[in-house]
């Protein structure tokens, strides 16, 4: 094997892992959101049942700041103005829902 067939044999070899991580990032993606979202939903049947709703507000903010960390990523890597729309109402809902959970703990 000569050098140039060698480096080509690492770049694909690489490739492939690459791929494979991007894959892997993707199905964890997808899990922690699948999670998120049966964690939420478990918490909003709970409390509605003992009637303690308005304590949902933190669960709310968490999910708000999670989509809030992936949305300004994403708009720091790709420079879109979607990606940054989104961010912004990302920030809002935070800021929107973080604001009644103020009003909840302190009246």
């Not at 998120?36 to 304590?55: C, R, S």
């Not at 999910?63 to 103005?81: I, N, T």
């Amino acid at each position: 094997m000569n050098r140039e067939e060698i480096l080509e044999k690492a770049r694909h070899e690489n490739n492939n892992q690459d791929l494979e991580t991007a894959s892997l990032r993707m199905h964890s993606y997808l899990m922690q959101r699948w999670t998120v979202a049966a964690v939420g939903i478990t918490l909003l049947i709970l409390q509605a049942v003992t009637g303690n709703i308005k304590q949902f507000h933190a669960v709310l903010l968490m999910v708000w700041a999670l989509d809030l960390g992936e949305s300004l990523y994403k708009a720091v890597k790709r420079h879109q103005k979607k990606d940054w729309a989104e961010a912004a109402v990302m920030l809002g809902l935070l800021l929107l829902e973080g604001y009644e959970y103020i009003r909840y703990l302190f009246g």
